[in-house]
């Protein structure tokens, strides 16, 4: 009686196990697939939620409008909580689910664990906020497209902007070791140098997530820095924005597009003002980019976060290229993308040979009364 | 050599130093008594800094002034997080004190991802901002370059706690049942020591440090998020281990010492590779005292 029970439940699981095997590939063929990979949980979620909704928004406008290649297209979405090491398995789930294109990942570091799969599938990847140089610059990711500007882009404007417009002599350099942080902060470093009018007075790494950053703080006055330049997310910069403000330094505080985020100013307070970050160019006046951000007010009710722009861009330009490819073949794709100029929330743009956006850019914000306020 | 430099380093690394203190002396005294490390203590911490934070939210809504919210805050994040402490305890350690250590390591170990997981869920997974409860104080001005008026806070009140502790375990009926509880168990229960009920008091003592440290944490940095008490709770630990994990001023004088270390070697050297050294600090004492600065190398018992 016990091994009958035992016979019969293993026969359940074969026959459940053999029913996703069937299914899987028998919806495959009539839609298209876009896979989204990135933050959807964790510490950074605030920046990967928004490239879901995006997806989302563009598919469900192109789906009502009889699709792509008269197929409807279909959103995945795949968490890699912006670790390396998960990213690996959300490409390889991905890959599984049999995607033609990603959207995605949203962390450099993430992303670029995640290529080396998709690069041996054969699949255009598309990041809306992975500002690494080495991705495109390297040559070795030729499946990989962005929709924001590099991070040395970023670094020389911040650079450009200290020298030229706050007209600085004594600049720290801070980064949390991460890829993306440490990467702008050595690019701040090497323009600074280069530029040979100011003097670069400390270049050090923190540790993400430590009790305090006291005595970093304390080394930067030390230094008379006039200003710190910060590489890395909002979490550490508004810790070290308000210890500086709590000893009474003065410091400015300049820094990338992982600080420019409402976030940050939601957790620094007052202390947030006058903090300079770079970030994606305020194109508000786009009248897709103002159908895109009322479409996300209409559906979610809020404000849309970080990269949502990028998001809805890379979107449009993905299905974009498919619907000029006229297959979802990786080739053909990959000549459209780089071809075919698309009208997008950013602008007008096409991709060049390395992957980068022709038309996106970056522009110097400051918090002012507790808004980011774009400096022309 | 410039001394203000060394002061602020050496402020900053006491501050930091204290921290760690207050929860060390949770990991400390838990060990001394039943020999278990207790991984759930850092989630403690931070729901500690969590209920702080609903009440502080609350009362400002109804306009309390400042100080008033900061007592009231942290005495209901004592009161939860002593609660918490108590009810992991009862849940999950008592049902297997007769079971192999090891088990209550992993049932420690699982506790502190349940408590995790469970704020990350009942809370959010966002940073938020934390009220700068304390405020700073106008007669402190001219030093507030040096130390802040936050730091000044937190120091006192470690200094405050951990006097308090010692009157606690030196001279009240209770202390004394600790301490010869943690000596021997079985000797302890046969003089007519409720060892139940001291295990019970321990967890809620270490507990409440714990909750005061996240406080004031919490209130200096400005940002709290579920993760908080994962870090935190391992350099406690390291601390711990440093001075000799069961002995109490040991666990203190570990923390600062590695306050100290993080400090001095940031300022001095490169915050590049802080944690890097203090780890190699704590490996470096271990292999000249195995049983830590304070602790005692008991003999095997047989």
Redesign the interface.
């Known amino acids: 009686m016990k091994n009958e029970s035992k016979r019969l439940m293993i026969a359940v699981i074969v026959g459940m196990l053999l029913c996703l095997f069937v299914s899987g590939p028998g919806l495959a063929a009539d839609t298209i697939k876009l896979g989204v990979a990135g933050a959807h949980s964790g510490d950074l979620a605030s920046y990967g939620i928004p490239s879901i909704r995006a997806a989302k928004l563009v598919v469900d406008e192109i789906n009502a409008k009889g699709g792509v290649l008269g197929k409807q297209v279909e959103v995945l979405t795949e968490d890699d909580v912006c670790k390396p090491e998960v990213a690996t398995n959300t490409a390889t789930k991905l890959i599984s689910k049999k995607v033609d294109v990603v959207l995605g990942h949203i962390c450099s570091g993430a992303t670029k664990a995640a290529m080396g799969i998709y690069k041996d599938s054969k699949i255009v990847v598309m990041s809306p906020s992975a500002t690494n140089p080495d991705l495109t610059q390297s040559g070795d990711y030729p499946n990989f497209y962005r929709t924001i500007a590099s991070d040395d882009a970023q670094a020389k404007l911040d650079v450009d902007f200290a020298l030229d417009v706050l007209k600085l002599k004594k600049i720290a350099v801070i980064h949390d070791k991460g890829d993306y942080g440490k990467g702008f902060a050595e690019f701040a470093k090497k323009f600074l140098e280069e530029s040979g009018k100011a003097e670069v007075v400390l270049f050090e790494g923190v540790t993400p997530g430590a009790v305090d950053y006291s005595a970093v703080v304390q080394k930067i006055k030390q230094n008379d820095a006039e200003a710190v330049i910060f590489g890395g997310y909002h979490p550490e910069a508004s810790k070290i924005v308000t210890q500086m403000r709590k000893k009474r330094m003065k410091t400015i505080f300049i820094s990338d597009d992982g600080v420019k985020d409402d976030t940050f100013i939601k957790v620094a307070g007052k202390y947030a003002e006058g903090v300079y970050a770079s970030g994606p160019k305020d194109t508000s006046k786009n009248p897709l980019n103002i159908k895109a951000v009322k479409a996300h007010k209409d559906k979610y009710g809020e404000a849309h976060g970080a990269f949502y722009e990028n998001a809805y861009t890379a979107t449009i330009a993905l299905l974009n290229a498919i619907e000029k490819a006229g297959s979802t073949d990786y080739d053909a794709i990959s000549k459209a993308l780089k071809t075919e100029w698309v009208e997008t929330p950013i602008g007008k743009i096409r991709f060049d040979d390395r992957g980068d956006a022709i038309g996106a850019g970056f522009s110097v914000y400051q918090v002012q009364d507790g808004k980011y306020v774009e400096l022309k | 050599m410039?001394w203000e430099?060394f002061l602020?380093?050496f402020l900053?690394?006491l501050?930091?130093g204290s921290?760690?203190a207050l929860i060390a002396l949770g990991y400390t005294m838990v060990y001394g008594i039943i020999e278990l490390i207790n991984f759930a203590h850092g989630e403690i911490y931070m729901i500690g800094a969590f209920t702080a934070l609903i009440v502080a939210t609350v009362l400002s809504m109804l306009g309390l002034n400042q100080v008033a919210i900061l007592i009231c805050a942290a005495v209901a994040a004592v009161v939860y997080s002593c609660a918490y402490g108590f009810t992991v305890e009862k849940l999950a350690y008592k049902p297997l004190r007769k079971a192999p250590r090891l088990s209550a390591l992993i049932s420690a170990i699982g506790m502190s991802m349940f408590l995790q997981n469970y704020v990350l869920l009942a809370q959010t997974?966002?940073?938020?901002?934390f009220p700068s409860l304390i405020p700073d104080f106008e007669f402190w001005e001219p030093y507030?370059?040096i130390i802040?008026s936050?730091?000044l806070v937190i120091l006192i009140t470690t200094f405050v706690v951990m006097i308090l502790l010692t009157i606690l375990i030196k001279f009240t009926r209770i202390g004394k049942a600790m301490r010869a509880t943690a000596q021997d168990k079985v000797m302890a229960a046969l003089v007519g020591i409720d060892v139940n009920q001291v295990i019970s008091v321990t967890f809620i003592v270490g507990s409440a440090t714990a909750a005061i440290g996240g406080v004031l944490?919490a209130s200096?940095?400005?940002?709290i998020?579920f993760?908080?008490g994962f870090?935190?709770g391992i350099?406690a630990f390291v601390a711990a281990v440093l001075g000799g994990i069961g002995s109490i001023p040991g666990a203190v004088l570990g923390s600062l010492v590695l306050g100290w270390t993080?400090?001095?070697f940031?300022?001095y050297i490169?915050?590049?590779y802080?944690?890097v050294f203090a780890f190699m600090f704590l490996v470096f004492i271990l292999i000249f005292r195995p049983a830590g600065i304070l602790g005692r190398s008991d003999t095997q018992k047989v």
Do not use: C, V
Not at chain 2, 125 to 129: A, K
Not at chain 2, 220 to 223: E, K, N, T, V, Y
């Open positions: 410039d430099y602020e380093l900053g690394g501050t930091r921290i760690y997974s966002d940073f938020l901002p507030a370059h802040s936050q730091e944490i200096h940095i400005g940002q998020n993760y908080i870090i935190a350099k993080e400090s001095f940031t300022g490169s915050s590049d802080e944690d």
